[in-house]
């Protein structure tokens, strides 16, 4: 497959801070672990050696047995209360960080409205319109192309002209995906990577990251929206992504779909041109250079026809 070739930008020495927009407000986003963060990312001397170390699945592998052990489950009020964690929803007790990090919920809602889209998880949205394929926008100066994305140039080609929306998952996120349709889903693909952080630090610093990651490739044929291919990205410190469906499953809206174990991710949803409009307010937002804050259910769009 032929590889896309981007320019590439002066990187500005100094990382400026994350600002994410949540509820009419801007807010500097507290990332876990920031100092660490933009060492590994922004420090042109100590960094590279310890991204060759991190971006490794054996890093992940080991930071996710310790998650396992009784041990880490100390860790858990302490978490929740310096991230101010949400945890209405969320019963019973966590034998360790990974149980807790997985953790379900049971006061979920999606719009009830056949051709309302809500959010498939928690995290930080993005939407971008009349995609090419050839040049998706990552993140400030970083790109990527969807063929190289899907590791198939037809299927990308299916989607030009369409839309594309980013929902990132912060480790203080809840971490499953729900279907935000009724549907028919395919068997995953899976594509071998490493494990780059998905956060804005790291994505505006690693060319073509979200290409260089380990993925799953999910076909979902909607009644509402078409065709929609789901990606979901694993990051630092996600070692495996788990899903809750088999191929050609019928599933309903609201269903579990997938979880990811402990770490931030990445779930990138692509519909064909013609076949879902987001909502202004967040595509204003993108447009400007920020990630919206959004609940799982939230209505984050409409279909055409609605």
Same mark, same amino acid.
């Given at each position: ?69 009784? !041990?880490?489950?100390? &860790?858990?009020?302490? +978490?929740? $209360? ?7 929803? *969320? =019963? /019973? ?8 990090? !997985?953790?379900?919920? &049971?006061?979920?809602? +999606?719009? $009830? ?7 498939? *998880? =928690? /995290? ?28 198939? =140039? ?153």
């Amino acid at each position: 497959m032929k590889r896309i070739k981007f320019k590439r930008r002066a990187k500005n020495k100094k990382q400026d801070d994350v600002i994410i927009y949540n509820n009419g407000e801007y807010e500097k986003e507290f990332i876990p672990a920031e100092k660490g963060m933009r060492l590994i990312y922004g420090n042109p001397v100590c960094g590279p050696p310890m991204l060759f170390l991190v971006k490794r699945k054996l890093v992940s592998r080991l930071y996710g047995r310790y998650c396992r052990t009784k !041990s880490s489950a100390r &860790n858990i009020p302490k +978490f929740i $209360e310096k991230y101010q964690i949400d945890m209405t929803g *969320c =019963e /019973g007790e966590y034998k360790n960080f990974a149980d807790f990090f !997985s953790r379900e919920k &049971n006061n979920l809602s +999606f719009p $009830e409205t056949q051709g309302v889209l809500g959010s498939p *998880c =928690e /995290g930080l949205v993005s939407i971008s319109t009349d995609i090419e394929p050839e040049n998706l926008i990552a993140a400030k100066d970083s790109y990527f192309s969807l063929p190289e994305l899907f590791g198939d =140039e037809s299927l990308a080609e299916k989607y030009r002209g369409g839309t594309m929306v980013r929902l990132r998952l912060t480790p203080t996120n809840y971490h499953r995906m729900h279907f935000f349709d009724n549907g028919v889903v395919s068997a995953p693909s899976f594509i071998k990577g490493h494990l780059y952080s998905v956060n804005p630090l790291a994505v505006g610093r690693v060319a073509r990251l979200y290409c260089r990651n380990k993925r799953a490739i999910i076909g979902f044929s909607s009644e509402n929206f078409g065709d929609v291919i789901l990606v979901e990205v694993g990051a630092t410190f996600v070692g495996s992504i788990v899903h809750c469906f088999e191929a050609g499953d019928a599933v309903s809206r609201g269903q579990q779909a997938s979880y990811f174990l402990p770490g931030g991710s990445l779930v990138l949803m692509f519909f064909k041109k013609d076949m879902f409009t987001p909502c202004g307010e967040i595509l204003a937002q993108t447009a400007k250079g920020f990630e919206s804050k959004i609940s799982a259910g939230e209505p984050i769009g409409t279909s055409m026809e609605k």
